[in-house]
C-alpha cells in the first residue's frame, strides 16, 4: 500500500463506452499526475495537477479528460477510446515544491480496449 | 529536451548473481532517483541520491551517483527471484519545482 489508490484495478471496454479512473491520496501532496504505460512507450506523462489546476498537457487525445476536484482527488475520464488505447495507467502524487522527493505512484488501471 | 538512457535494456540472470545497471544523461541532474516496478504494479521509490559521489544503500541495492554529475548507478548484489522487475532512474527537471523525467527503464529477469 503506497498511499495512492486508484480503482478501479482491471477496466475492459467497448469504444463506444464512456468510463472513469479514479485516484486518491492522502499523503498530503499537492501535485498528481496521470500517466499511460505501454509495451511500446514506457512512462508517458500525460496530464499535471498541481493545487487542482491543470498545468501541463502533453497533447493528450481529448478522448481522455482529466477532472481534479480537490488535491486528495484525480480522475481520468474515458470516452469513444481506441484499442491502440490499451494500456496500464498509473496515478502518481507529490509535493509540487519537491519532485526530488520523488512521485509515489498507485498500483494502476489494466486498460483493455476492445 | 532532456533524456535519461538506461542500459542495460533487459538482463536474465541466474539467481544469486550480482546486478549492475545504469542510466545516463547529456545533462545534470542534481537528483538522481532509482524506482522498480514489479508486474503489473506501479513503481515504488527504492533509493534518492543528492549529491555527486554519494553511494545509498538499501538492502542488497546500492546506488551511485556519479561524480559528473550526468549519470547513475544502481548494483543488486545476490539477486533472488523477488528481483525480478523493471528499474527506472529518474530526475527532476528544472529543479526541484519541474517534472520529474524517466528512463525506459532496465527490465530484469532472474532464473531460479
Known amino acids: 500500500e503506497t498511499g495512492v489508490t486508484q480503482t478501479p484495478r482491471h477496466l475492459v471496454m467497448g469504444m463506444t463506452n464512456k468510463k472513469s479512473l479514479k485516484c486518491e491520496q492522502h499523503?498530503?501532496?499537492?501535485?498528481m499526475y496521470w500517466y499511460k504505460q505501454s509495451a511500446k512507450k514506457p512512462l508517458e506523462l500525460m496530464f499535471v495537477?498541481?493545487?487542482?489546476?491543470?498545468?501541463e498537457n502533453n497533447s493528450v487525445p481529448s478522448r481522455f479528460s482529466p477532472e481534479c476536484p480537490n488535491s486528495s482527488h484525480l480522475f481520468l475520464h474515458l470516452h469513444t477510446l481506441q484499442p491502440e488505447d490499451s494500456a496500464l495507467y498509473l496515478c502518481?502524487?507529490?509535493?509540487?515544491?519537491?519532485?526530488?522527493?520523488?512521485?509515489?505512484f498507485g498500483s494502476g488501471t489494466r486498460l483493455t480496449v476492445v | 529536451g532532456q533524456q535519461l538512457n538506461q542500459s542495460p535494456q533487459s538482463m536474465f540472470i541466474q539467481e544469486g548473481e550480482d546486478v549492475s545497471m545504469n542510466c545516463t544523461s547529456s545533462?545534470?541532474?542534481?537528483?538522481w532517483l532509482w524506482y522498480k516496478q514489479d508486474p503489473g504494479e506501479g513503481p515504488v521509490l527504492l533509493i534518492a541520491?543528492?549529491?555527486?559521489?554519494e553511494l545509498t544503500s538499501n538492502g542488497r541495492l546500492t546506488a551511485q551517483f556519479g561524480i559528473t554529475r550526468k549519470d547513475s548507478f544502481l548494483n543488486i548484489s545476490a539477486s533472488i527471484p523477488s528481483d525480478v522487475g523493471i528499474y527506472f532512474c529518474?530526475?527532476?527537471?528544472?529543479?526541484?519545482?519541474?517534472?520529474?523525467?524517466f528512463g525506459k527503464g532496465t527490465k530484469l529477469s532472474v532464473k531460479p
Open positions: 495537477y498541481s493545487l487542482e489546476e491543470r498545468v
Open positions: 529518474a530526475g527532476p527537471t528544472g529543479g526541484s519545482q519541474g517534472n520529474l523525467i
Open positions: 545533462s545534470i541532474f542534481n537528483t
Open positions: 541520491l543528492y549529491k555527486a559521489g
Open positions: 499523503l498530503g501532496h499537492n501535485a
Open positions: 502518481a502524487s507529490s509535493l509540487r515544491a519537491r519532485v526530488d522527493y520523488g512521485y509515489t
